[in-house]
C-alpha cells in the first residue's frame, strides 16, 4: 500500500499560511535496550563522559501495556472459489462462495469466518445440498460443522450470500473502508466511467466475500466473475477462460494457484483499454482509460527494467504468474499491491508531456511492484509488525533512484523521507503492539522510518551480507507470516553477528537519537576533538542512549581519512590523529543515520564541506545552512551549486540568485534554459533571465514555448509571455485551451488560471468549472485562488453553481489532500470578501445579499471541516484566516 503522503513541498506550503497543530503524541513505554553489541572494534577511541547528572529518570513503568496479537489460527483456509455478479442500481454484490479447510493443529467443528454486512442465503456442506446451522451475528458467520475434524482432514462449505458493502469509517491513509465500491453505478454522472474495483487491506474484503479476513491467513483462489460484455475484468492471477453468455454477458475465470493473504484478493471492472508488455517470460499489463492508452507505458514507465533489476538484487525472481497495473476513479488511497494486479489511484494517469522528470510514478510503481516479494510473497503477521511490508516497500523507491539515476538522487528520496518521519508527528515503537486501531498502522513510522532503518542496516552490513540475508529471508519465508524477528534472525545467520542491539532500539523501542555535535582541535596533542551528546528524552519509550557505529571523515591535506568509531553512551568525545587543524571532519559520513542533530560546523568548514564533498546530503545542508545564516560566503556557494551535478542544488541556487548574483549571469542562465539535463532547472533559468531583465528573454521564452516540451518549461515560457505582452499571452492562453494545443495540463493550468483571472472575464469561468478536478499539487493552489477572483464578480446562478462543485472536491475524500486544501481555502476566501464588501456597502439590499452569501459559506466550511478526516489538513482548516 502506498499511502497518500503530503509532500514536503506541501508542508512548507501549508506553513507559510498556518500552524499544523501535529497529532498527539503517544504514551507507550517500552523495555530498554536488553543487548548491548557484541562488537567493540572501534579504530579510534572514544572517552566515555560518566553519568549525566541531568538525565531523566529511567525507572522501569510497571504499569499493564496495551497489547495487539495475531490472530489465532483454529482452521486454516486453504482455498477459495466464488462465483460474483452484481446489480449495479442496488450496489449488490451476489455471491457464491465454495471454501475449503483443515483444522490449523487442534482439532475443530466450528469454523468462524468474517463476514461484513451480508444477507446470507444458505450455508451447505461442500458440493451437496446438506445444510449446516449457522449464526450470523456481529459481521461474523459461525458455522457448526456437523462434527469434529483433524488437521490431516479436510473439509468445505458453500455459502450463497448478498453482500451490500457499506462503509463504517476510514483513516488519513485508507479514506473508506467500504472494501468493495461501485464508481458511478447508475451512470449519473456523464464525465465518470462506471467501474468496480476493491480495496481490501487491512480486513475490508469480507465485505464482499466471506473469509477468515487476517493476515497472518493465505490460501489459493478461482473467481468467475460475470459481467456486461462491454466491462473488461482484472483479478488476481490468470485468466484461464472468458465465456459469453445468453443474456449480453460474460463470464471471465480468474484463478491463482499460488497462496497469498484474503486482503490481497482482488477486482477491478469497467471500460479500460489493456496495454500489453512483457518480462521474460511473464505477460505485464497496464489497464488504463482509452484516452490515456498511448501514454501507458509512460504511465507505468520501467516496469519491466524494474521486475529484472529487482528479481537480481534479491536472488529471487518474481514470483508471481502475471504483472498488471490499474488505474481506477475515486480510490481511497495512493495504490495498492494486490497480488499480481496493482490498484493505483488516477493521479498516476498522465500523458507523455506530463510526465517529464516525474519521479513521483517511478516511485509509486517500484513500491508496489516490491511489495510482491515483500508483503504478498513474505506477509506480515499481524498489523503491528506492517513495517515488514512497507518499510521494504518504502525502501525500494532508494533502491530504483539508486540503480536509475545514482546516489544523489536516491540520498535526496531518503532527505525527503527522514523529514516526514521526523515532521510527522507521534511517537511509537516501529513494531508497535500498542496500536488502537489497526488503521493507524498506516503513518510515517511504518513508512518512511522502516524504509531508513533498512538503509541503516544495509549502510552497517555492506551490500553483501544485506542482500545475501534477504535472499535467504525471502526463501525460507516463502509464502509465510513474519515478524520483525525472522529479519534479525535471517541478518544474524548470514553475518555472524548478534543483532539484538540494532533491533531492539530500531524496532522495538520509539524514538530516534537527537545529536549535539561540536568540534575543536587540540594543538598539544595534535588530534581533532568530536564531542557528541545524545540530547533525546525518554519519556516516550525512547533508549536514553542509542548505539551507534558512525563513519568519521576527517579533511587534511586535501585528503580525507575515514575512521570507524562506535557511540555507546550519553555523551562520548571522540579524537583523531591530525598534524594540523583539518578543514572539516564530517560524523556520519554515509548520511545514513536517521536523528535530529546540531552540527555545530563553522561558516567556513560548511563551505569546504559544499565544496569538497561528494554526498548529496552534505552538500544540501551546507547550502541550506549557510543561507539560513545569511552567511558573505553564501555567494560564492550559490556560484559553485549553479554546477553541481545534481538538478535539485542547480534548481535551488536559481532560486536564490540576488539582483547582485544576476549581474553577468546571462549568457549561463541562457546556456541552462535552453540546455540543463533538468526541465525544473529550464523553467527556474528562464524565470531568472526575466529577473535579471535580459533583453533576448522574451525570444528565448517563446522558443522555449514552442520547443520545450516539459509543462514546467512551458508555463515558465508563458508566464513570461505574457508579462511583457498580455495580449500574445493571453492568445497563447487561449489556443492551449482551445484543443489545438493538448499540453494544457499541470504547470501549464496554473499559468493559464493566472491570465484568465487577471481578465476578470466571466467567458473564462467553463475554464475553470472544466479543470478543477484534474489540477492538483501546488498548482492547485493558484488554480483556485484564480477561480476565486472570477467567482467574486460572478452571475448568482453560476457563482451558486461553482461554488457547489468546489464544496463537492473539499467534501470529497477521493479527491486529494491539495486539491481539498486549495478549494476550501478558495471557499474561505471568497466568504471573507463578500463579509469586506459587505461591510462597506452603502446599499441595503447589496449588504443583505452579501452578508446572506457570507453566513452560507460560513456554514458550508464548517461542514467541510466537520467532515475532514485527515489530521493535517483539520490542523490547517482551524487556523484559516476569518474577517469579523
Known amino acids: 500500500m502506498k499511502k497518500t503522503i503530503w509532500l514536503l513541498a506541501c508542508t512548507l506550503v501549508l506553513w507559510t499560511c498556518t500552524t499544523t497543530q501535529k497529532a498527539p503524541k503517544t504514551t507507550e513505554e517500552i523495555p530498554e535496550l536488553v543487548a548491548e553489541t557484541l562488537l567493540d572494534t572501534l579504530v579510534v577511541e572514544g572517552e566515555g563522559m560518566g553519568e549525566d547528572e541531568n538525565a531523566e529518570d529511567l525507572s522501569e513503568d510497571t504499569s499493564p501495556k496495551p497489547y495487539t496479537p495475531s490472530r489465532p489460527r483454529i482452521n486454516d483456509l486453504l482455498h477459495t472459489r466464488l462465483e460474483l455478479s452484481f446489480d449495479w442500481a442496488k450496489e449488490e454484490v451476489m455471491g457464491k462462495a465454495s471454501l475449503k479447510f483443515k483444522p490449523y493443529f487442534n482439532p475443530s467443528s466450528v469454523l468462524e469466518l468474517d463476514a461484513k454486512g451480508f444477507e446470507i442465503k444458505s450455508v451447505t456442506v461442500a458440493g451437496s445440498k446438506t445444510p449446516l446451522n449457522y449464526t450470523y451475528a456481529e459481521d461474523k458467520l459461525k458455522i457448526q460443522l456437523g462434527r469434529s475434524y483433524n488437521r490431516n482432514e479436510e473439509y468445505g462449505v458453500d455459502i450463497e450470500y448478498i453482500a451490500r458493502p457499506k462503509a463504517s469509517g476510514g483513516s488519513s491513509a485508507i479514506t473508506s473502508n467500504q472494501g468493495l465500491f461501485f464508481i458511478n453505478p447508475r451512470k449519473e454522472d456523464p464525465d465518470k466511467p462506471q467501474q468496480i474495483w476493491t480495496q481490501g487491506e487491512t480486513e475490508w474484503n469480507s465485505r464482499w466475500f466471506p473469509t477468515i479476513d487476517s493476515p497472518n491467513e493465505r490460501c489459493t483462489q478461482e473467481i468467475y466473475v460475470t459481467v456486461d460484455k462491454k466491462f473488461v475484468t482484472l483479478s488476481n492471477g490468470v485468466m484461464v477462460s472468458s465465456t459469453n453468455n445468453p443474456n449480453g454477458t460474460r463470464t471471465d475465470y480468474w484463478k491463482m494457484d499460488l497462496p497469498h493473504a484474503p486482503y490481497l484478493f482482488m477486482l477491478a471492472i469497467g471500460e479500460f483499454a489493456v496495454v500489453k508488455d512483457k518480462w521474460r517470460n511473464i505477460e505485464v499489463n497496464y489497464y488504463v482509460e482509452p484516452a490515456y492508452e498511448a501514454d501507458a507505458r509512460d504511465i507505468f514507465a520501467h516496469t519491466p527494467e524494474m521486475l529484472e533489476f529487482f528479481s537480481n538484487r534479491l536472488g529471487v525472481n518474481y514470483p508471481w504468474p502475471k504483472y498488471s497495473q490499474v488505474i481506477v476513479r475515486d480510490y481511497v488511497s495512493g495504490a495498492m499491491e494486490n497480488t499480481t494486479a496493482t490498484i493505483f489511484g488516477d493521479f498516476v494517469q498522465k500523458h507523455k508531456w506530463e510526465l517529464i522528470d516525474d519521479y513521483d510514478n517511478q516511485k509509486i510503481v517500484a513500491h508496489e511492484l516490491f511489495h510482491h516479494w515483500f508483503g504478498d510473497y513474505v506477509t506480515c503477521e499481524s498489523w503491528p509488525n506492517l513495517s515488514m511490508n512497507e518499510g521494504f516497500a518504502n525502501y525500494s523507491e532508494y533502491l530504483w533512484f539508486e540503480k536509475k539515476y545514482g546516489r544523489d538522487r536516491a ?243 536559481l532560486d536564490n540568485l540576488d539582483e547582485e548574483m ?223
Open 411 to 653: 540520498d535526496h528520496h531518503l532527505m525527503d523521507e527522514h523529514a516526514g518521519y521526523l515532521g510527522g508527528g507521534g511517537i511509537h515503537p516501529l513494531i508497535h503492539f500498542a496500536v488502537k486501531d489497526k488503521d493507524d498502522m498506516f503513518d510515517a513510522h511504518t513508512y518512511n522510518k522502516g524504509g531508513s532503518i533498512l538503509h541503516m542496516l544495509r549502510t552497517y552490513l555492506g551490500d553483501e551480507v544485506f542482500f545475501t540475508a534477504l535472499k535467504n529471508y525471502l526463501s525460507q519465508n516463502a509464502f509465510k507470516s513474519v515478524e520483525a524477528h525472522n529479519l534479525r534472525l535471517a541478518m544474524e545467520e548470514v553475518s555472524g553477528e548478534d543483532l539484538n542491539w540494532f533491533f531492539n532500539q530500531w524496532y522495538f523501542a520509539a524514538g530516534h537519537p537527537i545529536l549535539n555535535i561540536n568540534y575543536s582541535y587540540d594543538e598539544a596533542s595534535k588530534e581533532a576533538v568530536v564531542e557528541v551528546e545524545q540530547t533525546q528524552t525518554t519519556d516516550e519509550g525512547t533508549p536514553s542512549v542509542f548505539t551507534l557505529p558512525l563513519k568519521a571523515d576527517v579533511y587534511l591535506y586535501g585528503e580525507k581519512k575515514t575512521y570507524d568509531i562506535w557511540m555507546k553512551e550519553r555523551k562520548q568525545t571522540f579524537r583523531f590523529p591530525a598534524g594540523s587543524k583539518p578543514d572539516l571532519v564530517n560524523l556520519d559520513g554515509d548520511r545514513a543515520l536517521l536523528c535530529e542533530s546540531e552540527d555545530n560546523k563553522t561558516e567556513e568548514q560548511l563551505a569546504f564541506q559544499f565544496k569538497t564533498s561528494a554526498r548529496f546530503r552534505d552538500r544540501i545542508d551546507a547550502f541550506n545552512r549557510l543561507l539560513e545564516g545569511e552567511s558573505e560566503l553564501f555567494g560564492k556557494v550559490v556560484e559553485q551549486a549553479l554546477d553541481d551535478p545534481y538538478w535539485f542544488i542547480r534548481s535551488q541556487a
Open 662 to 884: 544576476l549581474s553577468g549571469k546571462a549568457t549561463r542562465l541562457r546556456e541552462i534554459a535552453e540546455k540543463d539535463s533538468h526541465s525544473e532547472c529550464r523553467a527556474k533559468a528562464l524565470s531568472a533571465l526575466a529577473a535579471a531583465n535580459d533583453p533576448e528573454i522574451l525570444g528565448v521564452a517563446k522558443a522555449a514555448f514552442q520547443k520545450d516540451q516539459a509543462l514546467a518549461v512551458a508555463a515558465s515560457a508563458l508566464q513570461i509571455i505574457n508579462q511583457k505582452n498580455s495580449t500574445e499571452g493571453l492568445a497563447l492562453a487561449d489556443q492551449l485551451t482551445s484543443g489545438k494545443d493538448n499540453r494544457a495540463a499541470g504547470p501549464l493550468l496554473e499559468a493559464i488560471a493566472e491570465i484568465y483571472g487577471a481578465t476578470g472575464d466571466q467567458k473564462y469561468m467553463s475554464f475553470f468549472e472544466q479543470n478543477m478536478f484534474k489540477v492538483d499539487g501546488p498548482a492547485a493552489l493558484s488554480f483556485y485562488d484564480n477561480f476565486q477572483i472570477l467567482l467574486s464578480k460572478a452571475e448568482p446562478a453560476a457563482l451558486d453553481k461553482a461554488i457547489e462543485k468546489m464544496n463537492s472536491v473539499s467534501m470529497s475524500a477521493t479527491h486529494s489532500l491539495w486539491r481539498r486544501f486549495a478549494s476550501t481555502r478558495a471557499l474561505n476566501s471568497l466568504r471573507n470578501e463578500f463579509k469586506v464588501l459587505a461591510a462597506r456597502s452603502r446599499d441595503t439590499a447589496t449588504k443583505t445579499s452579501l452578508t446572506t452569501r457570507a453566513e452560507s459559506l460560513t456554514k458550508m466550511i464548517e461542514s467541510i471541516k466537520e467532515n475532514e478526516k485527515n489530521e493535517e489538513l483539520i490542523g490547517v482548516y482551524s487556523q484559516l484566516p476569518v474577517v469579523r
